[in-house]
C-alpha cells in the first residue's frame, strides 16, 4: 500500500513537472510574441541598443576570443594523429574549416555566450524587478519592455553572429598556428586550403542558425529576468535557468537547423 | 482645505476591491486627495497599502472599483493617454529604486526622455532638482556610490522633477535613521510647499505623519478603518486606532 502511495507521488511529481514546463514554454512564446509586436512600434530605443550592442559585443570579445583560439588549436592537436595514420594531414584545414565554421564554432561560442550574455540579462532584469527599477520605469510613462527587453533581444540576435563569426576567425587562427609549428604549413597555404574547401552553403546556414542562437540567447535571459519574483534568491534563480533553458534550446535549434540544411543545401 | 467638499477632488479612489484567490486585500476601499493637501494613509503589513498604490499607478489592475486623477478614470484610458497621465504623477519608491546603471543625473533625465525639450532646459531641470535636495554634487556618480540617504533624495528628485500634481510616497522614511528621516520629511514639506502638490503619503512612521499630514486614513482589512487629523485619530479611544500611534 505504502509503495503505491509513493508510486502516486511520484507521478503526480512527474504530471506537475511537465505541466510546468508546458506552461513555461507558453509563456515563452506570449513573451517572443509581445516582443514581434513591440520591435516594429514607435518609439524605437535606438541608443539603448547600441548601449546594448556594445556592452554585449565587447564585453564578451576576451572571452570569444579564447575560447576560439583554445578550440582550434585543441581541434587540430587532437585530429592530427587520426589523419597522420591514414596519410591525410593535407586534409586537415579543410575538415577543420568545415567543422568549425558548420557546426562546433556557432554552438560553442553560442554556448559560451549563453552562459555570459543569457545570465547577465537574466541576472540585470530580475535585479532591476526586484528592486523596483522596472516598476519605476513603468510608473514614470517609459515601456519597459520596449526599452529593456526589445533592445536586449535585439543586441543579442545582431552580436552572437559577429561573435560567432570573430570566433571562428580565431580558431582557425589557432589551427593554422598548430599546422605552422607540427606541419610546417605556411599560414598562407593553409588559409587557401581553408578558402578553398568552404563554400557558401556551409557559411549561409551557419550564419542563419547563429542569428537564431542569439535571438534565443536575448529571448531566454530576458523572459527569466523580466519575470523574476522571490526577491534575491529570485534573481539567482534567473540568472541561472537563463542558462539551462538558453542551452536547451540553442541545442534544439542546432537539431532543427541542421535538419532544414539537409533539406536545401545537401550537406 | 475646509471647504474640500465643494472642490473636486485631483485624485478619487472609489469602493476599489482587489483580491489575490481567497486573499481579499481590498475590500471596497475609497479616498478622496484635493489640490494641495498632504494625506497619509497608515495601515498594517498586508493591509493592502501597496496593492492600493499600485493599482493607482497601473502596476495592477483592481478587480472592481474606479480611480480618476484629475477628473479621469484610468481605467477607462489608452495606454498613451495613461502614460501621459502618469507624468503628472511622482511616485518615490520605499527602496528609492534608482537605476542601477545610470548615473545619477542619468536617473534624473530619464522621465524627460519622452518629452521633446531642448538640452539646456534639461540640464537646467536636473540642476534645479538636485539643488532642491542639495545634492548637485553627487550629478555624476552612480546609485551605488550613493548612501541610503543620498538614494532616497535623488529619487524625491527624479520623482519631481517634472513638477508632477501628485506625489505617491511609498513609506520614504522606512530603513533610514532618525536624522536622515527628518531631512527627507523636511525636504517633502519644502517639496509641497514649493510646487503646490497634492501628497498621497504611505508610512508606517508616527513622526513623519505627525509632521507632514493635513489628514489621515487608517486601513485596516482592505478598507477605510478611521479619517481624520493628527490629533483626532491619536487621541482616539479605539483600540485599533490606538495600536496605530503605540510605539
Partial sequence: ?267 | MENKKNILPILKINNLKKSFGDNHVLNGFSIELFEGENLVLMGKSGSGKSVMIKCLVGLMQPDSGTIEIMGKDITTLSQKEFNNLRTEIGFLFQGSALYDSMTVRENLEFPLRKQKRELETIEKLVHNALISVGLVDAIDLMPEELSGGMKRRIALARAVILKPKIIIYDEPTTGLDPITAKEIIQLMRNIQQTHKTSSLIITHDVDCARVISNRMILLIDGINYAEGTFNELSSSTDKKIQAFFKS
Fill in chain 1, 1 to 267: 500500500m505504502i509503495t503505491h502511495w509513493n508510486d502516486m507521488t511520484t507521478s503526480l511529481q512527474i504530471f506537475n513537472t511537465i505541466k510546468k514546463f508546458f506552461i513555461e514554454i507558453g509563456e515563452l512564446s506570449y513573451f517572443a510574441g509581445r516582443f514581434f509586436k513591440e520591435v516594429f512600434t514607435k518609439p524605437f530605443e535606438f541608443k539603448e541598443l547600441l548601449r546594448q550592442c556594445y556592452n554585449m559585443g565587447n564585453r564578451s570579445l576576451l572571452l570569444v576570443s579564447i575560447t576560439g583560439f583554445i578550440l582550434g588549436l585543441v581541434f587540430t592537436l587532437q585530429s592530427r594523429p587520426t589523419l597522420m595514420e591514414f596519410g591525410a594531414e593535407s586534409w586537415m584545414p579543410s575538415m577543420v574549416s568545415i567543422s568549425i565554421i558548420r557546426e562546433i564554432g556557432p554552438v560553442i561560442i553560442a554556448l559560451i555566450c549563453a552562459g555570459k550574455i543569457s545570465s547577465g540579462i537574466g541576472a540585470e532584469l530580475g535585479s532591476m524587478r526586484v528592486t523596483e527599477q522596472i516598476d519605476a520605469m513603468e510608473v514614470s510613462g517609459t515601456n519597459p519592455f520596449k526599452f529593456l527587453v526589445v533592445t536586449r533581444i535585439m543586441a543579442a540576435t545582431l552580436m552572437i553572429p559577429l561573435l560567432i563569426i570573430y570566433g571562428d576567425a580565431i580558431a582557425l587562427f589557432g589551427s593554422s598556428l598548430i599546422e605552422n609549428l607540427k606541419g610546417d604549413v605556411s599560414f598562407q597555404l593553409y588559409f587557401n586550403k581553408v578558402f578553398d574547401a568552404i563554400k557558401f552553403s556551409d557559411i549561409i546556414p551557419a550564419t542563419i542558425k547563429s542569428i537564431f542562437f542569439g535571438f534565443a540567447i536575448g529571448l531566454v535571459g530576458s523572459f527569466k529576468g523580466y519575470n523574476c519574483t522571490n526577491g534575491t534568491v529570485g534573481v539567482g534563480e534567473a540568472s541561472n535557468s537563463a542558462v539551462v533553458y538558453t542551452s536547451l534550446l540553442l541545442f534544439v535549434i542546432d537539431f532543427i537547423a541542421v535538419f532544414i540544411s539537409d533539406i536545401f543545401f545537401e550537406i
